[in-house]
């Protein structure tokens, strides 16, 4: 007990170089360019943090080539916010209520990769916020330093 009061009185007098800022810089990207977040849900469509962007998921109403190619353009426009393209990407998160028309159509999102995938997790749900939604995308991708 006496060793865990001096630790605590060590750090209490000298701790200061021991401890991190206590907040971390965000900039932050929406659709609304004057708010930069949704504040009815409590989003924003992407978040950066040091040289990583944290981008929400972009939805369709349907798994079909052009539903797709809709939900990309907008994963596409989300990652120019910042000046990143598809090759920045590193982690991808697909929801959607239905793997097996996602999987038939792959071939729509492989384009937009460029044969340079990220990490992925493809997970089939009940259903999405949006309750008409059957497919969203998030995604995680690195800047260059």
């Known amino acids: 007990m006496i060793r865990y009061y001096l630790l ?7 701790g200061e170089g021991f401890t991190q800022e206590t907040k971390i810089k965000k900039e932050k990207w929406h ?24 981008i929400s998921g972009a939805v369709t109403n349907d798994i079909t080539p ?17 000046g990143a393209t598809f090759e920045n990407v590193v982690k991808e998160n697909l929801y959607t209520t239905d793997i ?16 340079d995938f990220p ?3 493809w997970v089939q749900i009940q259903r999405l916020y949006m309750s008409k939604a059957k497919l969203e995308v998030e995604l995680i991708a690195h800047l260059p330093k």
């Open 119 to 121: 990490a992925a997790t």
């Open 31 to 54: 659709w609304n360019k004057e708010l930069k977040q949704d504040t009815v849900a409590g989003y924003c469509q992407v978040l950066k943090v040091d040289n990583i962007l944290y």
């Open 8 to 14: 605590l009185s060590f750090l209490l007098i000298y």
């Open 66 to 82: 052009e539903g797709i190619s809709s939900v990309y353009n907008d994963l596409k426009a989300s990652l120019a916010s910042y």
């Open 100 to 115: 097996e028309s996602m999987k038939r159509f792959n071939y729509v999102r492989k384009k937009f990769y460029k044969n």
